[in-house]
Structures are given as structure tokens and as C-alpha cells.
């Protein structure tokens, strides 16, 4: 019987130490200095400054249900969830009258608890602000999540680098994609696919730029408060630890075949020109362990995350690193780090402990930086 081959994200590649002529010099120095790029500032945001979604229910308004606003974070709750008397439906709408979250009020009651009553006439209560309803408001549904959560709200950009070439690589990240678009009704989430192949003088400078519109499209699209998430999906050498470049002619001349080059090489080619927008975003390394366990590649690694100054990096040490074993992994990652915006550090352990049986094909290296 046959059978479909697995891919996975490892395998034997020609590795060139090297670009090393005048012209490698000139395209590296273009691609360490992005900010020579002519990029308009940025458009106004477009995305409400609110999140769409009930932190509660994680529905929107439709027909006769209102969304209120918190005046304190980008949450909002809806009528659903929060049991209004219909004698203060009208009132509580009021332009005057102020709203306070369930996590805010939670956050803000930590050592002194008191009855959540939402709304407030003049101004909030830290500021002496009277409640307006007769009692507490009765919460329909459970809280689950936790109080330094936001949910999404600001636009999100999500941009996925990806070896080109004949052999494609097997990823897990359009999934995610359809996961992040429900919460962007409005236009907030867009998604990039930059493909690159940076083995040959010619094809860098190509690739740089390429990239020029893209990186005005994704700054133009963040405005002020937008996001930034990265997967970076490629192949390694399995001997030595080094990443794929791309593809380049045989020695022998007799058709194309991949070529490996060091991390550091990699990583500084295909992602400085977008290095303005990387600066504080969670980046995500779709390849084989063998970057891990080579020194010298993983220290070209954690040095890559310091330089771009990533806010963190995912790395995962299976030989043959299968991306769709990591499904429940990502969609827990998509949902608790990048919606509810939680501490991604904080938040590790949960999403391992969501993974299923993840730990039995690989381990999971989370980066982030140190105290300075």
C-alpha cells in the first residue's frame, strides 16, 4: 500500500561557508540598514480602538445586543453576559456615564473586595466616581480568563518567511491564520507570506528588493499600537546545523539543488529589511533540531534573537521536527498569547500543558530576553 511521505523540516543540503566577494559586502550592507528603505509614515488606524469581542463570551454585538466599552483597557462586555435592568438599559448608554471592565474591576479590588456594578456616573470610582446601578451586576457565564488579559483589539500583522523552491515545506500556519482572522472582522489582521531564496549574489539582492512594498504594506497596516508575529520556516542541515538558503546550480552544472549556509548568514539576510517592524514580536522557528544541537548554529541563534531584539523566540529540538504535531500547541499560543494578549512566559507552562502528546516527538525552547 502506498503511502504519502511525511514532510518534515530536516534533511542534507551543499553548505557554503560564504558569499564572499565585493557584491555579498554590498547586499549585506543593504540588508543591515532597513532604515535607508523610503517607508511613508504610518496610516491611521483603521481597527477599533476596542477589542470586537466579549471577554466573556467571545461573540460580537448583533441585532439588539450592545457592547460596552471599558474606559480603562480595550475590553469590552456585552449585554448577554452582564444583566442590565431594563430601567437603566437607556441610562447606562448615557455619554456621561463610564464603564469598568469585570478584569479591570478585579484588578483594581485585589486586596479590597467589593461587588462589581460596571458603570459610574461623572468619572470611574478611583477618581470618585457614584455607581449608577441600585446593586451588582449578575454575570452570565463563566470568567475564565485571567485579569491581565485584553483580547485582541489593535491591528495584527502576521508575517511567515518561508524557504522557497521545489520542495515544499509542510506548515501548520494558514490554520492559524483562519483562527486570527475571526477576531479582525474589520480589516485589523493581515497576513504575509515572504518566500525567499538568498543562495546566490543575484538572488539576494532580489530579494531585498522585493521586500521594500512589503514592509511599507505591513507598516502602514500597524499604525501606532498594532502587533507583529513571525514564523520562520525552513529547512536545516542535519550535520552540521546550518539553514537553508535556497536553491543555487549544481557544481556539476546539471540542474539546482539546496544550499545550507550558517544561521547567522540566514537569518541576517532574509529578515533585516524587516527588522523595524520585528523589533519586540514573538517569532516562531518552524525547523529541525539540529540547529539546537550544534553549538555553534544555537548560539548564532539566541545572538539573532538579541540582535533583532525579539520580545520571543520558539525553537523546537526534534530531529525531524513534524510542524502538525504542534497543532494544539500554536492554536493555544494564537489564542492566549496573541488574542488575550497574556505574558508569554508566564503563560508556557499552559500551553504545554494544552499541547497533548507534543513532549513525546519534541522539547520546546522558549527565548526571551534578559534583564539588562
Request: hydrophobic letters at 45%; aromatic letters at 10%.
Given at each position: 500500500m502506498a503511502r504519502t511521505k511525511i514532510k518534515s523540516t530536516g534533511g542534507s543540503a551543499r553548505t557554503i561557508s560564504a558569499l564572499s566577494t565585493t557584491t555579498t559586502a554590498n547586499a549585506t550592507a543593504l540588508a543591515l540598514k532597513p532604515s535607508t528603505l523610503a517607508v511613508p509614515p504610518p496610516m491611521l488606524e483603521t481597527a477599533d480602538a476596542h477589542s470586537m469581542w466579549c471577554m466573556i463570551c467571545r461573540d460580537g454585538g448583533e441585532g439588539p445586543i450592545v457592547l460596552y466599552e471599558c474606559n480603562v483597557c480595550p475590553r469590552i462586555m456585552c449585554s448577554k453576559c452582564i444583566e442590565v435592568p431594563d430601567s437603566y438599559v437607556n441610562v447606562v448608554q448615557r455619554p456621561t456615564v463610564s464603564f469598568l471592565c469585570l478584569a479591570c474591576h478585579s484588578k483594581a479590588t485585589l486586596k479590597s473586595l467589593a461587588p462589581f456594578y460596571g458603570f459610574y456616573t461623572g468619572s470611574l470610582p478611583s477618581q470618585g466616581g457614584k455607581e449608577v446601578l441600585p446593586s451588582f451586576l449578575h454575570l452570565n457565564g463563566k470568567y475564565e480568563m485571567a485579569s491581565s488579559s485584553i483580547m485582541a483589539a489593535g491591528p495584527i500583522a502576521f508575517i511567515h518567511f518561508i524557504l522557497g523552491g521545489e520542495d515544499p515545506i509542510c506548515t501548520l500556519v494558514s490554520i492559524i491564520c483562519k483562527f486570527l482572522e475571526t477576531f479582525y472582522p474589520n480589516g485589523g489582521f493581515t497576513y504575509v507570506e515572504v518566500t525567499f531564496n538568498v543562495a546566490s549574489h543575484e538572488r539576494i539582492s532580489e530579494y531585498e528588493l522585493s521586500q521594500v512594498d512589503r514592509v511599507v504594506h505591513i507598516t502602514q497596516h500597524?499604525?501606532?499600537?498594532?502587533?507583529?508575529?513571525?514564523?520562520?520556516?525552513?529547512?536545516?542541515?542535519?550535520?552540521?546545523?546550518?539553514?537553508?538558503?535556497?536553491?543555487?546550480?549544481?557544481?556539476?552544472?546539471?540542474?539546482?539543488?539546496?544550499?545550507?549556509?550558517?544561521?547567522?548568514?540566514?537569518?541576517?539576510?532574509?529578515?533585516?529589511?524587516?527588522?523595524?517592524?520585528?523589533?519586540?514580536?514573538?517569532?516562531?522557528?518552524?525547523?529541525?533540531?539540529?540547529?539546537?544541537?550544534?553549538?555553534?548554529?544555537?548560539?548564532?541563534?539566541?545572538?539573532?534573537?538579541?540582535?533583532?531584539?525579539?520580545?520571543?523566540?520558539?525553537?523546537?529540538?526534534?530531529?525531524?521536527?513534524?510542524?502538525?504535531?504542534?497543532?494544539?500547541?500554536?492554536?493555544?499560543?494564537?489564542?492566549?498569547?496573541?488574542?488575550?494578549?497574556?505574558?508569554?512566559?508566564?503563560?508556557?507552562?499552559?500551553?504545554?500543558?494544552?499541547?497533548?502528546?507534543?513532549?513525546?516527538?519534541?522539547?520546546?525552547?522558549?527565548?526571551?530576553p534578559g534583564p539588562h
Open positions: 500597524l499604525g501606532h499600537n498594532g502587533r507583529v508575529v513571525a514564523f520562520f520556516s525552513d529547512h536545516s542541515e542535519q550535520d552540521c546545523g546550518w539553514l537553508y538558503a535556497g536553491q543555487a546550480p549544481k557544481e556539476n552544472g546539471s540542474g539546482l539543488e539546496y544550499v545550507a549556509m550558517t544561521v547567522s548568514h540566514v537569518l541576517t539576510t532574509v529578515l533585516s529589511a524587516y527588522s523595524t517592524v520585528l523589533k519586540n514580536t514573538h517569532i516562531v522557528f518552524l525547523v529541525c533540531g539540529s540547529v539546537v544541537a550544534h553549538s555553534k548554529p544555537y548560539d548564532q541563534l539566541m545572538s539573532a534573537v538579541l540582535h533583532f531584539k525579539f520580545a520571543s523566540a520558539i525553537v523546537f529540538t526534534a530531529k525531524r521536527f513534524q510542524p502538525l504535531v504542534a497543532s494544539n500547541f500554536f492554536l493555544a499560543f494564537a489564542e492566549l498569547v496573541l488574542v488575550e494578549q497574556l505574558c508569554v512566559r508566564k503563560t508556557f507552562p499552559e500551553l504545554l500543558s494544552l499541547s497533548g502528546r507534543l513532549g513525546l516527538h519534541t522539547k520546546v525552547i522558549l527565548m526571551t
